[in-house]
Structures are given as structure tokens and as C-alpha cells.
């Protein structure tokens, strides 16, 4: 069954050919799919298109679809082109022509845009979550280590005094940015595409604003034109928003990867966490952020991949933005499993409590004695002077302590203003409108 075939079925190998991997992927979205229809025919009905009895009986079976969908049983049946047909089947055997009139007013196009809004906020939601929970633990490990020093490098040369208070409150701030970047992404995700239809609106007089409400939106996309053009740009920005999450993981994972090697020696991670080799049996390798670091990688090329699909299109809808769907709606689970193994891990790791105490990072108290010069009144380029002076002279001491107290510092970390920052950000999401209009929703086929 295919919603727009007439008298003239197409080529087998041409269908095969279009459908690609849609009706795999729309299993994602039918839920989705499910609510979207609720919320339109409550719609039609107020402007006249269906009966107050019809919407009765509509809603309760589409209820009945959406945990079908919920509980992982929906199923696309073969002959049966995507989701939306699959809906449509499923009310017409169970209401007969009732089901029919549920497409009044919408395009397919508009049915799929809105499918991916629905889906990609809802993932926003559970990603922003992963991300928190990630912060969270990285702001207690700071706050545990953070009277315990360790080497900071420019250039992969020791260069002055760092602490493991500051190390994992630095992940901890870069993913509260990523958030800032996600917020912004849910903000052009929330707006409501439904009413566009193919792209150029309806003659029906929809009611765009109460569906914008029923299904919890912050606002619509009101040029129907550009609810359109929306398509494979909304998936380019969320997908960047991703990008920098896999950016910032992909960055620890490499500290963690360096710094448990024998060489550096500043960490060590739990034996249950690591693996090992076939031929050498001392070997424990830190394969989890490696491949956190490759799968990252991936990720972050994401936004690129979707430009590249989408960027020489005019207005209008093409099927090209069809195959969006196979890069973008697998992004998610991939940075999720991410965020779930690197949260666990840096939850059990070991550091090294002593590492300075090895006269090797002597010198990179360097900078310590020159500000302890110049606070005793001499001037810097004097005070630089001497102590390199000294270095070279291999007469240069220090006690190995540091006395930091600015904003940011090692004594100083602010992680209180940084987890402060994490919570107004979450704040904004508002993830509870969108709980509430779709738990409302549902109880209307009640």
C-alpha cells in the first residue's frame, strides 16, 4: 500500500531502490508519527473535517498504536512503503473509511519533518541527561582530587603546575558549553513544521497555533516554505551540536589514553575496565577510550556529511533529504553509549597522588619562583632572568608548593559557578512543557 499509488504500480527495483533503508528507520519514529496524528485530527475536528464521535474513536485506537510503538512491536509490514502508510493501514482495518481522513490537510512531507522534530527533541532530552550526568561526576572528581597536583604541558613539554581538581573541572565546563550548543539546537528543533504540507500550506483552514500547543512546541515554523527548507538543516545543526560533545570526549579520551600509559603514569583505570593482549600478558589497554576516541571522530565529521547531502538543493523537498535519516537518527545512540562508558569509567579512576614529588618536574616550578621574586619587589624581567640563570646553573630549588587563589585556579576551581551554569541551562530546555502537552495528549483518547 502506498499512500499515492493510483492505477500504475512502479518498477520493483525502482521501489527497492527509494525506499532504502526507511522502513528500518522508521520503526524510530513511530511513536512519534503516532502523536503527531492525534494532535492533527484534534485539529481537523475543531475546523469541521471530522465528527466529535470520529475523533472519539481515532484517538483510542491511535493510543493503542502508540504503545504498540512504545513497547517495541510495531512493526512495518512488507508491501508497506513507511511509517505514516503503516498508521493508516493499521486504523482503516480496524475503523474502516474513518481512518482515511486522518491525511486531510498534510503531506507526507510535513508528516516526516514533524516526525523528526518530535524524535530529535525527545533525544535532546535523554542526551542532555547522559551529558549532565557525565558533568555531575567529573565535578565530584574534581572536588575529591583537588588538592593533588599534576604536570600542565604546552607543547607536550612540562610546563607549569596543574591539579587534578583543575584537569576534571576543565571536561566538566567544556561539556556545560556543549550544552549551550545543544540548548540552541533545541531551540530551532522546537518549532512546529505540521500545516506546511508539501511545502506550500493548505486550502483548508488548518489551525497551526492549537496544534503547535497539543503536541508542546515552543513556537511553529510559520513560512511554509521554510518549514521545508527546514528539513536537513535542523538535523545539520542538532548534528553539530552532537559534534561538539564527541569533540570534547574525544579530547579526554586521549588524556585518559596518555596519561595511564607507563610513561606518564598520572592515572590508572580499573582492571575490569581495560583488556588485554593475546601474546603479552602484562598489557592493559585502555581499548573503551580509544574507541571513544575513533567513534567521536566519526561523529564530529556528522554535520559535515548532512552539508554535503543537502547544500546544492533550492527550495522545495527533494528525496535526497530522504537519506539524511540513515547518517543523523543512528548519532544519537552512538554519542549516548559514549557518554554512558566515559561517566563509568572516569567514575572509578585511579590518580597518582605523588607524581610531582619526582625531581624530574623540578623546573616546572619554574614560573612559581619568578612571581615569588617579584612579589618581594623585583621586577619580572630580573626575576625571569635569575631563575633561568639558575636553572642552567643547576641551582634552582622550590618547596613544590603553590599558592593560586584567582578565579579558576587551582585554588580556586569555581566548580560550584560551573555546575550553577549547568543547571540554568537545563532550566531552559523547559523539557517539562513537552512532558506535559504529550502527557495530555494521551489522556484526551481516554
Known amino acids: 500500500m502506498k499512500l499515492w499509488e493510483k492505477n500504475v504500480r512502479v518498477n520493483k527495483d525502482v521501489e527497492t531502490y527509494t525506499i532504502g533503508r526507511d522502513r528500518d528507520l522508521d520503526i524510530y519514529l513511530a511513536p512519534y508519527d503516532v502523536l503527531g496524528s492525534m494532535a492533527h485530527i484534534t485539529m481537523l475536528q475543531s475546523i469541521g473535517l471530522l465528527t466529535a464521535e470520529e475523533l472519539t474513536v481515532l484517538l483510542q485506537e491511535l493510543k493503542s498504536i502508540y504503545q504498540i510503538a512504545v513497547d517495541g512491536k510495531f512493526v512495518i509490514e512488507d508491501g508497506i512503503e513507511d511509517v505514516h502508510s503503516q498508521v493508516e493501514l493499521m486504523l482503516t482495518r480496524k475503523l474502516g473509511d474513518i481512518g482515511k481522513k486522518i491525511h486531510s490537510g498534510r503531506s507526507r512531507n510535513d508528516q516526516v519533518l514533524l516526525d523528526l522534530k518530535l524524535f530529535t527533541r525527545d533525544q535532546i532530552h535523554l542526551l542532555t541527561e547522559s551529558v549532565t550526568r557525565l558533568i555531575d561526576t567529573l565535578l565530584a572528581q574534581s572536588e575529591k582530587y583537588k588538592s593533588y597536583l599534576m604536570p600542565g604541558y604546552t607543547h607536550l613539554q612540562i610546563a607549569m603546575p596543574s591539579s587534578f581538581g583543575l584537569w576534571f573541572g576543565a571536561y566538566a565546563e567544556s561539556l556545560v558549553d556543549d550544552l549551550q ?115 567521536c571522530n566519526k561523529l564530529q565529521g556528522l554535520p559535515y556529511e548532512i552539508t554535503l547531502i543537502t ?81 642552567e646553573a643547576g641551582k634552582f630549588e622550590h618547596d613544590k608548593m603553590v599558592h593560586h587563589t584567582h578565579e579558576g585556579s587551582i585554588g580556586n576551581l569555581c566548580n560550584d559557578r560551573i555546575d550553577l551554569l549547568k543547571q540554568q541551562l537545563i532550566d531552559e530546555f523547559n523539557f517539562k512543557k513537552v512532558a506535559d502537552a504529550e502527557s495530555s495528549l494521551l489522556r484526551s483518547a481516554e
Open 311 to 391: 547544500n546544492n538543493l533550492p527550495s522545495g523537498y527533494f528525496r535526497d533529504l530522504q537519506i539524511t535519516k540513515e547518517v543523523f537518527i543512528p548519532s544519537f545512540e552512538e554519542i549516548n553509549d559514549c557518554l554512558v562508558m566515559v561517566d563509568r569509567m572516569m567514575a572509578e579512576i585511579e590518580i597518582n597522588k605523588n607524581i610531582l614529588e619526582d625531581d624530574k618536574y623540578l623546573y616546572i616550578f619554574s614560573v612559581e619562583e619568578v612571581n615569588r621574586l617579584v612579589l618581594e619587589g623585583m621586577p619580572f624581567r630580573d626575576a625571569y632572568k635569575k631563575v633561568g640563570l639558575d636553572i
Open 181 to 295: 550548543m545543544l540548548l540552541a539546537a533545541y531551540r530551532i528543533c522546537n518549532r512546529n513544521p505540521l500545516g506546511s504540507a508539501a511545502g506550500y500550506g493548505s486550502s483548508f483552514p488548518l489551525n497551526r497555533q492549537m496544534t503547535t500547543d497539543l503536541l508542546g512546541f515552543d513556537t511553529m515554523n510559520y513560512n511554509v516554505v521554510y518549514a521545508q527548507m527546514g528539513r536537513g538543516k535542523m538535523e545539520r545543526i542538532v548534528s553539530t551540536a552532537i559534534a561538539g560533545i564527541a569533540a570534547t570526549l574525544s579530547k579526554l579520551s586521549y588524556d585518559v589514553s596518555l596519561y595511564n600509559s607507563q610513561n606518564f603514569g598520572f592515572i590508572k583505570l580499573s582492571d575490569e575496565y581495560t583488556t588485554g593482549s593475546s601474546i603479552m600478558p602484562h598489557k592493559k589497554n585502555p581499548d573503551v577510550f580509544e574507541l571513544t576516541r575513533a567513534k
